[in-house]
T-cell receptor, first 113, second 117 residues
Framework: GNSVTQMEGPVTLSEEAFLTINCTYTATGYPSLFWYVQYPGEGLQLLLKATKADDKGSNKGFEATYRKETTSFHLEKGSVQVSDSAVYFCALSETGANSKLTFGKGITLSVRP | GAVVSQHPSWVICKSGTSVKIECRSLDFQATTMFWYRQFPKQSLMLMATSNEGSKATYEQGVEKDKFLINHASLTLSTLTVTSAHPEDSSFYIC????FGPGYNEQFFGPGTRLTVL
């Protein structure tokens, strides 16, 4: 079956530090890959996505590249802000409409001033 | 972006009672909604897929008689936890799929915290 593995957390960084959150996956076929973010007290929001190999998703300064050869979708940001403090989930879905998502465990990011 | 609401945002109930949680897509129609359960410091686990006008599809290990799902309209799905027990205490999250030509995205509700005493 499908699975998503995220690096263990939590992660604490100083403002303007570089961020990498690792994510690897196991899936049959060619899944779409996602990063979701959950701010305190809010629901999950789609941060970025990539639907095929070598695609790069980007949003709000975050980037992730779909690497089929390493089955990875690592999240990066060059300079984090305090407002980036949240829980980040990597997820995948099989291709097609209405496909259910398989999530990683999530990782808590805390950015200190 | 599309908005999904859940009601209530939190509920406390006595063991043995039933609790209904609503999930609404506020500005789009969703033929498919999903229900997830999230334990502290753990991932979201898919419980079931709710399809408008038909029976829900439950994931392996989820008791369909325990977690009743009704998707009576294109904007509303309900999850009823029947005869709730303390082990059912959890954070329940729904999502609704907004799809059409060239787009397909799940939008998540803010979640419902259930505490069973």
């Amino acid at each position: 079956g499908n699975s998503v593995t995220q690096m263990e957390g939590p992660v604490t960084l100083s403002e303007e530090a570089f961020l990498t959150i690792n994510c690897t996956y196991t899936a049959t076929g060619y899944p779409s890959l996602f990063w979701y973010v959950q701010y305190p007290g809010e629901g999950l929001q789609l941060l970025l996505k990539a639907t095929k190999a070598d695609d790069k998703g980007s949003n709000k300064g975050f980037e992730a590249t779909y690497r089929k050869e390493t089955t990875s979708f690592h999240l990066e940001k060059g300079s984090v802000q305090v407002s980036d403090s949240a829980v980040y989930f990597c997820a995948l879905s099989e291709t097609g409409a209405n496909s259910k998502l398989t999530f990683g465990k999530g990782i808590t990011l805390s950015v200190r001033p | 972006g599309a908005v999904v609401s859940q009601h209530p945002s939190w509920v406390i109930c006595k063991s043995g009672t039933s609790v209904k949680i609503e999930c609404r897509s506020l500005d789009f129609q969703a033929t498919t909604m999903f229900w997830y359960r999230q334990f502290p410091k753990q991932s979201l686990m898919l419980m079931a897929t709710s399809n408008e006008g038909s029976k829900a599809t439950y994931e392996q290990g989820v008791e369909k008689d325990k977690f009743l799902i009704n998707h009576a309209s294109l904007t509303l799905s309900t999850l009823t936890v029947t005869s709730a027990h303390p082990e059912d205490s959890s954070f329940y999250i729904c999502s609704a799929v907004n799809f059409g030509p060239g787009y397909n995205e799940q939008f998540f509700g803010p979640g419902t915290r259930l505490t069973v005493l």
